[in-house]
């Protein structure tokens, strides 16, 4: 199976926002609410932002916010700061009872 | 504290075998999912396996089927990798991962480096 398609980078200014697309197919992203996305900076480990399509963990900024549309799952982050500047990956659970990983954004601020 | 502590990563001719174990402290270990993910360096991420909370259900990604096998010990809070026939692809950082409900790791290990080459 291959890697959920994610932009290789973004970039924003300090202030805006930016999103970040995750698209995969009918058999992972399509048909189930089990998208996630991490944060990873380098040197790190990788970091839950969201679950579930949409849902934040304790703790974690507002400024972050998932959708999902058919195929594809978005991240939107309000309000860049210059910390946000990161590795963004998103994943689902698949058909096969497996998981997916996006390729990987790499987030620059401006 | 939550913690994951991952061990056992290290350099191995291709071929070879290699055992990782993960330590988890902090959470009751047994109520949880544990899957192991991957990262090649300076690359992304790659689900691994990952292992029901009894230990009998198992699943894992299509290169390492049949070469890798996961299992845990609930008794000892411990999730185990073990590698066989390891390929040069293989290299990578293994972090030891909680799920944390659903199809998603909400605690993380810092990870340790599986290097194979000859």
């Known amino acids: 199976q291959s890697a959920l398609t994610q932009p290789a980078s973004v970039s924003g200014s300090p202030g805006q926002s930016i999103t970040i697309s995750c698209t995969g197919t009918s058999n992972d992203v399509g048909i189930y609410n089990s998208v996630s996305w991490y944060q990873q900076h380098p040197g790190k480990a990788p970091k839950l932002i969201i679950y579930?399509?949409?849902h934040r963990p304790s703790g974690i900024s507002n400024r972050f916010s998932g959708s999902k549309s058919g195929n594809t799952a978005s991240l939107t982050l309000s309000g860049l700061q210059a910390e946000d500047e990161a590795d963004y990956y998103c994943?689902?659970?698949?058909?096969?009872?497996?998981?997916?990983f996006g390729g990987g954004t790499s987030l620059t601020v401006l | 504290e939550l913690q994951l502590v991952e061990s056992g990563g290290g350099l191995v001719q291709p071929g070879g075998s290699l055992r990782l174990s993960c330590s988890a402290s902090g959470f009751t270990f047994s109520y949880y999912w544990m899957t192991w993910v991957r990262q090649a360096p300076g690359k992304g991420l790659e689900w691994v396996a990952n292992?029901?909370?009894?230990?009998?259900?198992?699943y894992y990604v299509d290169s390492v089927r049949g070469r890798f096998t996961i299992s845990r010990d609930n008794g000892k809070n411990s999730l185990f990798l073990q590698m066989n026939n390891l390929r040069v692809e293989d290299t990578a950082v293994y972090y030891c991962?909680?799920?944390?409900?659903?199809?998603?790791?909400?605690?993380w290990g810092r990870g340790t480096l599986v290097t194979v080459s000859s």
């Open positions: 994943s689902s659970k698949t058909t096969s009872s497996t998981l997916l």
């Open positions: 292992i029901k909370q009894e230990g009998i259900d198992k």
């Open positions: 991962v909680r799920e944390g409900g659903g199809w998603y790791f909400d605690l």
């Open positions: 579930d399509v949409s």
